[in-house]
Protein backbone atom coordinates (compact mmCIF):
# COMPACT_ATOMS: atom_id res chain seq x y z
CA UNK A 1 0.00 0.00 0.00
CA UNK A 2 1.27 3.43 -0.78
CA UNK A 3 0.02 6.57 1.17
CA UNK A 4 -0.46 9.46 -0.87
CA UNK A 5 -2.28 13.09 -0.31
CA UNK A 6 -4.83 14.27 -2.74
CA UNK A 7 -5.41 17.79 -3.55
CA UNK A 8 -8.96 18.58 -5.53
CA UNK A 9 -8.79 21.90 -6.41
CA UNK A 10 -12.65 21.58 -7.10
CA UNK A 11 -13.28 21.68 -3.57
CA UNK A 12 -10.43 23.03 -2.57
CA UNK A 13 -9.71 20.14 -0.41
CA UNK A 14 -6.97 17.50 0.33
CA UNK A 15 -7.42 13.80 1.48
CA UNK A 16 -5.32 11.45 2.44
CA UNK A 17 -5.50 7.53 0.40
CA UNK A 18 -3.94 4.32 0.96
CA UNK A 19 -3.70 3.25 -2.61
CA UNK A 20 -3.50 -0.74 -3.75
CA UNK A 21 0.22 0.38 -5.51
CA UNK A 22 -0.34 -2.37 -8.40
CA UNK A 23 -4.30 -1.53 -9.29
CA UNK A 24 -4.42 0.67 -12.27
CA UNK A 25 -4.67 4.86 -11.84
CA UNK A 26 -7.75 4.76 -14.08
CA UNK A 27 -9.54 2.55 -11.58
CA UNK A 28 -7.91 4.48 -8.65
CA UNK A 29 -9.23 7.38 -9.96
CA UNK A 30 -12.70 6.31 -10.22
CA UNK A 31 -12.43 5.18 -6.32
CA UNK A 32 -11.10 8.43 -5.38
CA UNK A 33 -13.44 10.81 -7.02
CA UNK A 34 -16.47 8.12 -5.61
CA UNK A 35 -14.73 8.93 -2.33
CA UNK A 36 -14.71 12.77 -2.92
CA UNK A 37 -18.49 12.60 -4.19
CA UNK A 38 -19.20 11.22 -0.69
CA UNK A 39 -17.10 13.01 1.69
CA UNK A 40 -18.58 16.58 0.18
CA UNK A 41 -21.90 15.41 -0.73
CA UNK A 42 -22.06 16.01 -4.20
CA UNK A 43 -22.78 13.71 -7.47
CA UNK A 44 -21.06 13.97 -10.72
CA UNK A 45 -17.79 15.82 -9.62
CA UNK A 46 -15.93 15.55 -12.62
CA UNK A 47 -19.17 14.59 -15.01
CA UNK A 48 -17.89 17.55 -18.47
CA UNK A 49 -14.15 16.00 -17.99
CA UNK A 50 -12.07 12.93 -17.71
CA UNK A 51 -10.54 13.38 -14.72
CA UNK A 52 -6.99 12.73 -14.65
CA UNK A 53 -3.93 12.62 -11.90
CA UNK A 54 -0.85 14.69 -11.60
CA UNK A 55 2.13 13.95 -9.54
CA UNK A 56 3.17 17.42 -7.85
CA UNK A 57 6.78 15.76 -7.31
CA UNK A 58 7.53 14.49 -10.78
CA UNK A 59 5.69 17.18 -12.19
CA UNK A 60 3.54 14.73 -14.75
CA UNK A 61 0.41 13.51 -15.33
CA UNK A 62 0.05 9.82 -14.41
CA UNK A 63 -0.52 7.39 -17.15
CA UNK A 64 -3.93 5.98 -16.64
CA UNK A 65 -3.13 2.22 -17.59
CA UNK A 66 -0.17 1.77 -15.35
CA UNK A 67 -0.25 1.60 -11.65
CA UNK A 68 1.12 3.87 -9.31
CA UNK A 69 4.68 2.12 -9.06
CA UNK A 70 5.41 1.82 -12.70
CA UNK A 71 4.15 5.69 -12.60
CA UNK A 72 7.35 6.21 -10.02
CA UNK A 73 4.91 6.98 -7.11
CA UNK A 74 5.89 6.40 -3.50
CA UNK A 75 4.94 6.85 -0.13
CA UNK A 76 4.32 10.74 1.07
CA UNK A 77 3.75 12.04 -2.51
CA UNK A 78 1.25 14.65 -2.99
CA UNK A 79 -1.10 13.58 -6.13
CA UNK A 80 -3.61 16.18 -8.24
CA UNK A 81 -7.09 15.07 -9.13
CA UNK A 82 -8.06 17.42 -11.92
Known amino acids: MIH ?3 VVPDVDETYEFCC ?10 RQMQIC ?4 EDIRNLFFTE ?4 FCKER ?3 LNPE ?3 LENGVTNGMTLLLL
Open 4 to 6: VDV
Open 20 to 29: DETMSVSVLI
Open 36 to 39: VEKA
Open 50 to 53: TPWL
Open 59 to 61: ETD
Open 66 to 68: GSL
